[in-house]
């Protein structure tokens, strides 16, 4: 635990925010780390709970809470309280690969199942992880480790976002020659291409992955496997593989005038920007640009919001996104979703803050349902047609939207971009390598084991499970990575 009293004196405090109308010029990080007293204030939170459900991921009513990576929480708030930060890292490091990842971008379900939370707010976790590995790569303690003895056994990752990134850096701590396969130019997955600069940068992605090369991983970009890198030399060059290729088949929006031009998926829009971005600082124009347009994105989660905050940096005319659900409450209902269910309250996102510092106010439309887009005599959106909706649930627990009438509403627009998710995983590589899938299309792989139908192929992240989270990707990545060793072996000493 902190300080035994740390509870009752600090209130609770997160990374600063730069003005939202000034980062909005450029692509840096938005937040502003605390102090280093700062942040052992936030240490000093962390109760003596007894049962710290922070560090143990479940899912409750579809939602994560809890840390799906056990990540040891109590003890290095402790450590950082007392200013031990060395030490910090070194417990950080234990069960998550990438503590900046999930600094930097995963929601926090361990905050929602802190003890503290139930009558208090809870402890700032996300800010002191964040802050521990930022400390210890700037005072040089993150180094290359490489392993001290070579099995001679090749393990072929299929995908370099967090789970097999994560993968990888297990089966190399094992002492296995592992390469790392990824289609695109750049290595990180959606880490790279689907989180926007100035939220989780390339250089944040890159520091990491050049330590692990330094180890001994072989990353190879620009080559999808089954098409450029034939399935046949996959299993006769390597004793193992992993499917981390995560869901990346978007999910549609099935209504009238969907074929018009300016309606986009979400990450085809965040993905061009960012890899405009980083090839020529914007300058080639490969990419969906907001510039000059009434903007309007369609789902309210975080790709949303990340779609919020491009847009307004490409200086859009407007910018609206549309929420299917009511506005939830400031205070989590304490019958309907109590304590330790991750907390289902308003929130308030770098991007709708940027918004509203550029437009006046929040952006969001509540209980929203799209019915229709209209376009121009060239074929190109103009309008969006709504109706607002409200949930009922059905006898057999069903939930149904029902349409309000006259609450029809036409909206302007020449920008749509679609924010609600993946329904799977791309098929060609899973049919190719003969595994099998579940009804959803993810691939028949039981949690806990990640086998498949096909010896020797493993399946972990999204790809397995669905889309979820980063945090639970490196919890596959890293499982998997044990029962791999373990088909290799015979026995495992991975975690």
């Not at 309606?263 to 124009?285: P, Q, R, V, W």
């Not at 509203?356 to 103009?382: C, I, L, Q």
Request: with cysteine; net charge negative.
């Amino acid at each position: 635990m902190g300080k035994a009293t740390g509870f009752m004196e600090y209130s609770r405090q997160t990374v600063k925010e730069r003005n939202p109308a000034e980062r909005t010029k450029d692509w840096s990080d938005y937040t502003i780390p605390l102090s280093d007293e700062e942040v052992r204030k936030q240490g000093a939170r962390c109760m003596d709970c007894g049962v710290p459900t922070c560090q143990s991921g479940m899912e409750i009513s579809g939602a994560t809470t809890g840390c799906p990576v056990y990540h040891l929480i109590p003890e290095w708030n402790d450590l950082v309280y007392r200013g031990q930060w060395k030490e910090a890292l070194h417990r950080e490091h234990v069960m998550n690969n990438f503590p900046e990842f999930t600094g930097m971008a995963c929601p926090a379900p361990c905050e929602g199942a802190c003890v503290l939370g139930i009558n208090e707010p809870p402890v700032a976790i996300r800010t002191v992880e964040r802050s521990i590995i930022e400390r210890g790569f700037a005072e040089g303690w993150v180094v290359p480790e490489p392993p001290k003895t070579r099995t001679g056994k090749k393990v072929a990752v299929i995908g370099s976002g967090p789970a097999g990134l994560a993968a990888a850096a297990q089966l190399n701590k094992a002492g296995h020659l592992v390469t790392v396969f990824e289609r695109s130019d750049r290595v990180g997955g959606l880490l790279t291409y689907g989180i926007p600069e100035m939220k989780l940068s390339y250089d944040v992605v890159m520091r990491r992955v050049r330590i692990l090369e330094q180890e001994g991983i072989t990353f190879i970009t620009n080559t999808e496997v089954g098409k450029d890198y034939p399935v046949s030399a996959l299993r006769s060059d390597f004793d193992a593989v992993i499917m981390c290729a995560g869901a990346t088949i978007h999910r549609n929006l099935q209504v009238e005038g969907r074929e018009l031009k300016g309606i986009h998926y979400a990450m085809d829009f965040l993905h061009s920007n960012t890899k405009s971005l980083l090839d020529s600082n914007l300058e080639d124009g490969n990419y969906i640009s907001a510039e000059g347009k009434d903007v309007i994105v369609i789902g309210g989660g975080d790709t949303g919001t990340d779609c919020l905050a491009t847009s307004v940096r490409h200086n859009c005319k407007s910018l609206v996104q549309f929420d299917v659900y009511d506005k939830k409450g400031a205070i989590r209902d304490e019958v309907g979703n109590p304590w330790p269910q991750y907390p289902r309250v308003h929130r308030v996102e770098y991007g709708q803050k940027e918004a509203a510092a550029a437009f006046g106010d929040d952006p969001r439309a509540y209980a929203v349902m799209t019915k229709k887009f209209v376009g121009d005599a060239e074929g190109n959106v103009k309008e969006v047609h709504t109706v607002n909706v409200k949930l009922r649930i059905g006898e057999d627990g069903t939930r149904i939207r029902e349409e309000i009438p006259g609450t029809e509403k036409v909206w302007k627009a020449d920008l749509v971009l679609l924010a609600i998710g993946f329904s799977g995983p791309d098929q060609g590589l899973i049919q190719k390598l003969n595994v099998e899938t579940e009804a959803n299309s993810t691939v028949k792989a039981e949690y806990g084991k990640y086998t498949t139908n096909v010896e020797g192929v493993f399946a972990a992240g999204d790809m397995r499970r669905g889309q979820s989270l980063i945090v639970w990707a490196i919890n596959e990545g890293r499982e998997a990575a044990r029962e791999c060793d373990r088909f290799l072996m015979g026995a495992t000493v991975l975690p």
